[in-house]
């Protein structure tokens, strides 16, 4: 079992930065992929960014440019550094830790919650 833990969300204004932490315990995989999702009220989750372990990393096209996902291995941790933030933006993160070998299986954190005001 993998326990993650975010950290870092808040309120902040349109064009200013935040960035995100989520640090990982417990049967960590050596192959894996952390990244972060968001969900907005009334909408359906969706994919931020990920990163491999070997460093492979994938970007929503609505962040590509503001946002920048990166981890330190040794320590577990995965980060969002988010900037120009958009009132669209505005959602609870999820932080995701994919284990990629044998049978494909997702542990999630509880959330945290990031607002953007115009």
């Known amino acids: 079992q993998v326990q993650l833990v975010e950290s870092g969300g808040g309120l902040v204004q349109a064009g200013e930065s935040l960035r995100l932490s989520c640090a990982a315990s417990g049967s960590i995989f050596p192959i894996n992929a952390m990244g972060w999702y968001r969900q907005a009220p009334a909408k359906q989750r969706e994919l931020v960014a990920t990163i491999t372990s070997d460093g492979t990393t994938n970007y929503a096209d609505s962040v590509k440019g503001r946002f920048a996902i990166s981890r330190d291995n040794a320590k577990n941790t995965v980060y969002l550094q988010m900037d120009s933030l958009k009132p669209e933006d505005t959602a609870v993160y999820y932080c995701?830790?994919?284990?990629?070998?044998?049978?494909?299986?997702?542990?999630w954190g509880q959330g945290t919650q990031v607002t953007v005001s115009s």
């Open positions: 995701n830790f994919r284990r990629l070998v044998g049978r494909r299986y997702d542990y």
